[in-house]
């Protein structure tokens, strides 16, 4: 641009092919999909490329001329390559605005303006995601020049257009192609982007740290100030009910499906639905054998562990046929064919499972309203930070918290009564005792144990525990008799013992702790029943 040429941003292209003075692309990335595609593309506009290292080499190789950084600054790389682009000439060329006194500064320093800067930084979440990775590897992962280079970019998005996602590329060139310049409208939505992204990369840098910090024993691994980075996936229908809103959001970057997963069938998921599947998912990946669990409403209304799913299904659903329709399932393994005959003509809302078999897919793709998700695979890498809490929204704030995966290490189960657990009753203890612990609070689960563990009755979210166990035992019925109950809390008042005893238990497990125990193990103990406390307490609100 001429001297003399001050533009007005709001209405006069800034980067535009027909200025007399060539324009300048500072290219240096770590990603070079479709890089030669669209430096060739930018020669068409008139484009002069100054590129860094790895870059440069790559342009170089296609025939495009490039200046490299090295040649434009008259300074060397230096320690390793961690110093590249950091240097006066760069960064004037890019912050210098479309004035005289810039231009004058600029011509001080030997520098040019700079028009467009794309730039992305090194893969330093795909690093610290590797099983092995060393804090030493993720330190050389962290980007320093790129992002200087992407934060001055973006600040001077009155002149200046900055990229740091290929997916953009295409973007600039329909700009490019048919307005001739790159428009102001589109250098601020692509500057907005870029504050997005180095904020997002900033903060997986915190949380790895944090985490290596927890890890080492050098704190508890907590901020005064905590950084939320959510990449949106999709917009949902609405919310919980008609009249919201919503949007579905991910911790991951390269996230494009439901909880992590990849949605393989179906209409698209509701604001119900996704809440629905993460309960039982959560549920289902917490059991050893094949296990099914449905849910209804956020709460598990039948769960089994059998030696296959078409078995644990049978026994999950006979808990509650009633509420099992409409419902949502997920299982611990594969869904295989010999399952999809065992759910019958039932309507699902949605299977979450770690795959589904040829024949499966056949069959599940003749219930079009059914969506499926397969689930990702437990990872044998490190987790992310995010993997190990859950975040609540209250008015004005959040809530944290480490995500229950169930009793501590070290937790120790006491036998409180006379009565001695067999080894069937224990098993089935231990299976209730994982079950209640995805029911919502207050939850009385009661089981039966032997080659297939089932609920055979469940009780939740009641303001009060004997209301729990009585709905449990209503929906158990028969089967009430020689189940065993599992309490996520322990019983205020011995009401509560005695109603899972009318009802014909014969066992039961709960934390223990209220100040009328000696009660409720006496109401145990007068009817001949197991009771064991575990010292641990499983609320879910």
Request: charged share 20%.
């Amino acid at each position: 641009m001429a001297k003399g040429d001050n533009l007005s941003i709001s209405a006069t292209p800034i980067i535009h092919t027909a200025i007399i003075r060539r324009v300048k692309a500072l290219i240096s990335v770590s990603d070079k999909s479709h890089l030669i595609d669209f430096a060739q593309r930018l020669q068409q506009h008139h484009f002069e490329f100054i590129a860094s290292g790895g870059t440069a080499r790559a342009l170089q190789a296609a025939d495009i001329p490039v200046i490299t950084v090295e040649q434009m600054t008259g300074s060397p790389e230096i320690l390793d390559g961690r110093v590249k682009t950091l240097h006066p000439a760069v960064h004037a060329g890019i912050l210098a605005r479309d004035t005289d006194q810039d231009r004058v500064d600029l011509g001080r320093v030997g520098a040019e303006m700079i028009d467009l800067v794309v730039a992305n930084l090194y893969p330093f979440q795909k690093t610290v995601a590797q099983k092995y990775v060393t804090l030493a590897d993720a330190i050389e992962n962290i980007d320093i020049g790129g992002v200087a280079l992407i934060r001055a970019a973006a600040k001077n998005y009155a002149r200046v257009a900055v990229i740091c996602d290929p997916a953009d590329y295409e973007r600039v060139l329909h700009d490019l192609d048919t307005l001739g310049h790159i428009s102001l409208e589109l250098r601020e939505v692509l500057a907005f982007k870029a504050f997005a992204h180095t904020a997002a990369y900033d903060s997986a840098i915190r949380d790895y740290l944090t985490g290596v910090s927890a890890t080492l024993g050098k704190g508890n691994g907590q901020n005064r100030t905590q950084t939320l980075t959510l990449h949106r996936v999709q917009e949902l229908r609405y919310g919980e009910n008609p009249h919201q809103s919503a949007t579905l959001f991910s911790f991951n970057s390269n996230s494009d499906g439901p909880l992590g997963g990849r949605f393989l069938q179906g209409k698209e998921l509701s604001y119900n639905n996704l809440l629905d599947l993460d309960a039982a998912w959560r549920a289902a990946k917490q059991f050893e054998p094949p296990t099914v669990v449905i849910v209804k409403h956020l709460s598990p209304c039948g769960i089994a562990s059998a030696v296959d799913l078409a078995t644990a299904y049978r026994a999950a659903f006979a808990c509650d046929t009633v509420s099992a329709f409409g419902g949502v399932i997920a299982t611990n393994r594969t869904v295989d064919v010999a399952m999809v005959h065992a759910m019958g003509d039932i309507f699902v809302e949605c299977i979450a499972a770690p795959g589904f078999s040829d024949e499966a897919l056949g069959l599940l793709a003749k219930r079009k309203n059914c969506r499926l998700v397969e689930m990702p695979a437990k990872k044998n890498g490190k987790a992310n930070a995010h993997d190990e809490h859950e975040y609540r929204s209250i008015t004005g704030g959040m809530l944290r918290q480490t995500i229950d995966k169930g009793d501590p290490a070290l937790t120790e189960w006491k036998v409180v009564s006379k009565a001695q657990p067999s080894t069937d009753q224990l098993q089935a203890l231990k299976f209730a005792w994982v079950c209640v612990q995805h029911v919502k609070s207050n939850a009385i689960v009661l089981a039966t144990g032997g080659n297939v563990c089932a609920t055979v009755g469940i009780g939740a979210g009641q303001p009060n525990r004997v209301d729990s166990v009585r709905i449990a035992a209503g929906h158990a019925g028969a089967n009430a008799k020689g189940a065993v109950l599992a309490s996520d809390a322990f019983f205020p008042f011995p009401d509560g013992v005695q109603a899972g005893i009318d009802a014909g238990v014969t066992a039961i497990v709960q934390p223990g702790g209220s100040v009328r125990d000696a009660e409720a193990i006496a109401a145990a103990d007068a009817a001949g029943v197991v009771m064991i406390f575990t010292n641990t307490r499983h609320f879910r609100h």
